[in-house]
């Protein structure tokens, strides 16, 4: 019938955006947030203050996501990985990210999921 296994099991992803991303902020997940022609995008292995190439784009319902080829211009934060599967099984996705950022990252989206979801705003907060 001339199907392939591959053609059916393998997501099709298409190289959307050609010309690098600035990214803007980190999203909920900790991947990088930007915007690509107009619509938001999810870059996994990029940091706030990254400019970024991105390959395997895909798009669903209007929202893009695609995965840092190359780190045009490194954040301060970023660190190479000491896990040597690094971006292959998925247990480690933010070692690129120093530890102390992470700390500090991860307490400002659960301050921000806190407010947004809740409508709670600690009086103070301890330290990590």
């Given at each position: 019938?001339?199907?392939?296994c591959i053609?059916l099991?393998e997501?099709?992803m ?5 010309e690098?991303?600035?990214?803007g ?5 900790l ?9 938001p995008c ?7 203050g990254?400019k ?6 895909k798009e669903?319902a209007?929202v893009?996501e695609?995965?840092?080829?190359r780190?045009?211009?490194?954040a ?15 247990g ?6 120093a ?5 500090v990252?991860?307490?400002?989206l ?8 809740g409508?709670?705003v ?7």
């Amino acid at each position: 019938m001339g199907l392939s296994c591959i053609s059916l099991f393998e997501p099709r992803m298409t190289e959307f955006v050609r010309e690098a991303l600035l990214i803007g902020k980190l999203s909920h997940d900790l991947r990088g947030f930007a915007y690509a022609n107009g619509k938001p995008c999810f870059v996994e292995n990029a940091l706030p203050g990254e400019k970024v190439t991105v390959r395997a784009w895909k798009e669903k319902a209007g929202v893009m996501e695609g995965v840092a080829e190359r780190v045009l211009v490194a954040a301060p934060e970023r660190v190479t990985p000491l896990c040597p599967h690094y971006g292959q099984c998925g247990g480690c996705d933010i070692q690129h990210i120093a530890y102390t950022a992470q700390v500090v990252w991860k307490e400002q989206l659960l301050l921000e999921q806190l407010q947004k979801l809740g409508g709670v705003v600690p009086q103070q907060c301890l330290p990590a």
